[in-house]
DNA sequence: GGCACAATGCTCAGTTTGAGCATAAGTGAG
DNA sequence: CTCACTTATGCTCAAACTGAGCATTGTGCC
């Protein structure tokens, strides 16, 4: 090392405080068609456990992070992580339990895909369908019921300022996330939508009673989670609501071989939404995404279908394989 | 605090190692088609200072690390930052340096976008474009002739491996990321290209003599900085040519009124591509991403050009208001 | 065989893109 | 004052892509 550096990373170290930093993971799975997070029980015994994402310290043995995280995850949960992204680093006032404390509290979190659903490994580890925590997100099946609630309260807080200038953001807030006041639904704002419910006090969390909840909300504004896991969890849900439209990352999820319907299962999974199955044939079959094999599904209902693979050669063609989601007005 | 959550957040804590953590930004600013970095000086005196990225501690006192962030560079710079946003979270083995010792550091990186571009604040400071530090990513006067040695050493490295599966792999990445072996240039793959040359030993940081380079690397593999630096911006880089499809962050780099040729120059500045002025314009008003003023330029040779001004509203028209990047063949 | 059901094939109008031609409105030279 | 030159801006057109829906093909079941 030369001199020069070794001054520059004593001046570094210098100037940085020692912090508790930590990794907290979404390990995603889809399987029948719904999304799935692998999550754990977290709490003392008092005032009841939650639900929480795998957490753990980070573990300076490894050469990189994700390394790390990968080592850490597999270890635990005996789940062989696919497709590995880091996600975001949350700090410790961004979360909630500020303790007051000088020493800053770091989480680096990331987005793991996988492939299989084992038993989820752990004793205290269970895979949920992740619109158990945001069930607003979901609108496979339509708009879904509890938005009108949640549309409700939220247009009560927004209206609920002295300040017409700070209502009139407030608003426009509402139209940009939600798709209130004659804005459109974009399946990616996750994170938006669920800081917005945070900020508007929709979230049990906010008020640090996260193992608590009224049975009415769990419909309504879902499970909660501990400390900022729904946070991790939105952003997560975000990320790969984008990335699948310019990468092929869905198939991270898909078993070797798969029809093309299980495909667009998987996808309207993540996405939140339907997909006119046609037209999502046609698109996998330009982008040259899928090969046939030559099994195909049996004992189900219907005409059989032909089982696909994942063409690995697309990654070395195309530029941004991926699904371009237009949502389907009919439900098919 | 419940006591669920008091438990929690103890049994969080004693997973976690403490650590060294720091911020480093990447601030970016736009001016005569140029994208610019601020860099510093660090380093002693021994063997030369290099260029580096503002970088410093985590300031506990802040609510949260984006507002710790702009706290800090806007003392530092004096620069007011517009849009900001967590890049990525590098740790200490990803970065060179590596010490040994259990003690974790981790960098958080962040990225900035000014509008004005003042003197830099701090003596040390100096708005340098990022092409000088990457410039093979610079298309805009057709492909850089540096392109030539790199793939050379590139294309030796790959050949370099006895193992056939190994070097078939070699050149699939090749294809992929430098456009090599049939493959086509994709200007958001800036990390991943700048990471393949690392591996490749054509980065002088690599070696760890960040502040040496011969002065022929200088126009080839480009201006060296500290530590990881060039890896910081070179993420920077390709998150900023992805943003700018899908979100209107160009805006923050303009003045308040602005030609749509400035405005396109700037895109073209960041993407390192050149773009079809017509179809650029028809690009921007079917988007409405613009208003008119009623001023026009004057002064310059060429018929003046109306002044437009960015059109707030869109954001809460439009899903994902952004430039589509199709590259023009000729020129202009 | 006939029916229900899902898979797969195909059409078609409306948009969006990529590329280029044409015209407008200034400046500076002669 | 006019011409040459430069940049801004308007407009066209074929090709490709989208959104939506109709039609046909295989299977299991009665």
């Given at each position: 090392?030369?001199?020069?550096q070794e001054?520059?990373r004593a001046?570094d170290?210098?100037?940085?405080?020692?912090?508790a930093?930590?990794l907290v993971a979404?390990?995603v799975?889809?399987t029948d068609g719904e999304p799935?997070?692998?999550t754990?029980q977290v709490?003392?015994?008092?005032?009841?456990?939650?639900?929480?994402?795998?957490a753990?310290?980070?573990?300076p043995?490894h050469p990189?992070?994700?390394r790390?995280?990968?080592a850490?995850v597999?270890?635990q949960?005996h789940?062989?992580?696919?497709?590995?992204e880091?996600?975001y680093t949350?700090?410790d006032?961004?979360r909630?339990?500020?303790?007051?404390?000088g020493?800053h509290?770091?989480?680096?979190?990331?987005?793991a895909?996988?492939?299989?659903?084992r038993?989820?490994?752990l004793?205290?580890?269970?895979w949920r369908?992740?619109?158990?925590y945001?069930?607003?997100?979901d609108w496979r099946?339509?708009?879904?019921?509890s938005?009108g609630?949640i549309?409700?309260?939220l247009?009560?807080?927004a209206?609920?300022?002295?300040?017409?200038?700070q209502?009139?953001?407030?608003?426009?807030?509402?139209?940009l996330t939600f798709g209130?006041c004659?804005?459109?639904?974009n399946?990616?704002r996750?994170?938006?939508?669920?800081?917005?419910?945070?900020?508007?006090?929709?979230?049990p969390?906010?008020?640090?009673?996260?193992?608590?909840?009224?049975?009415?909300?769990l419909?309504?504004?879902?499970?909660?989670m501990?400390?900022?896991h729904?946070?991790?969890l939105?952003t997560a849900?975000g990320?790969l609501?984008?990335?699948?439209?310019y990468?092929?990352?869905?198939?991270?999820?898909m078993?070797p071989?798969?029809?093309?319907?299980?495909?667009?299962r998987t996808v309207?999974?993540?996405?939140?939404t339907n997909l006119?199955?046609?037209n999502?044939?046609?698109?996998?079959?330009?982008?040259g995404?899928?090969?046939e094999?030559d099994?195909?599904t049996?004992g189900?209902?219907?005409r059989?279908?032909r089982l696909v693979r994942?063409?690995?050669e697309?990654?070395?063609?195309r530029?941004?394989p991926g699904?371009?989601?237009?949502p389907?007005?009919?439900?098919?």
């Amino acid at each position: 090392m030369t001199t020069a550096q070794e001054t520059e990373r004593a001046a570094d170290s210098a100037l940085s405080n020692p912090s508790a930093v930590g990794l907290v993971a979404v390990i995603v799975a889809a399987t029948d068609g719904e999304p799935r997070a692998l999550t754990v029980q977290v709490g003392g015994q008092a005032r009841g456990r939650s639900d929480g994402l795998p957490a753990g310290p980070l573990v300076p043995e490894h050469p990189t992070l994700e390394r790390g995280l990968r080592a850490w995850v597999e270890r635990q949960t005996h789940q062989r992580l696919g497709y590995v992204e880091q996600l975001y680093t949350f700090g410790d006032r961004d979360r909630q339990g500020d303790d007051g404390g000088g020493l800053h509290s770091l989480s680096v979190a990331y987005l793991a895909l996988v492939r299989e659903l084992r038993p989820a490994g752990l004793a205290e580890a269970a895979w949920r369908n992740w619109y158990h925590y945001l069930p607003w997100e979901d609108w496979r099946a339509g708009r879904p019921d509890s938005l009108g609630e949640i549309e409700a309260k939220l247009l009560a807080w927004a209206e609920g300022t002295g300040d017409p200038k700070q209502r009139r953001r407030r608003e426009d807030r509402l139209g940009l996330t939600f798709g209130l006041c004659g804005g459109a639904w974009n399946e990616e704002r996750v994170l938006e939508r669920y800081e917005l419910l945070f900020e508007a006090g929709l979230i049990p969390e906010a008020q640090g009673q996260s193992g608590e909840a009224r049975d009415a909300d769990l419909t309504v504004t879902g499970q909660p989670m501990a400390l900022d896991h729904r946070r991790v969890l939105a952003t997560a849900i975000g990320r790969l609501r984008g990335k699948i439209k310019y990468r092929p990352v869905v198939f991270e999820l898909m078993p070797p071989t798969f029809t093309l319907f299980q495909l667009q299962r998987t996808v309207e999974a993540l996405s939140g939404t339907n997909l006119h199955k046609q037209n999502f044939r046609r698109l996998v079959a330009q982008q040259g995404l899928v090969e046939e094999t030559d099994g195909v599904t049996s004992g189900a209902t219907g005409r059989p279908a032909r089982l696909v693979r994942f063409r690995r050669e697309v990654l070395l063609e195309r530029p941004a394989p991926g699904f371009r989601l237009r949502p389907a007005r009919r439900p098919t």
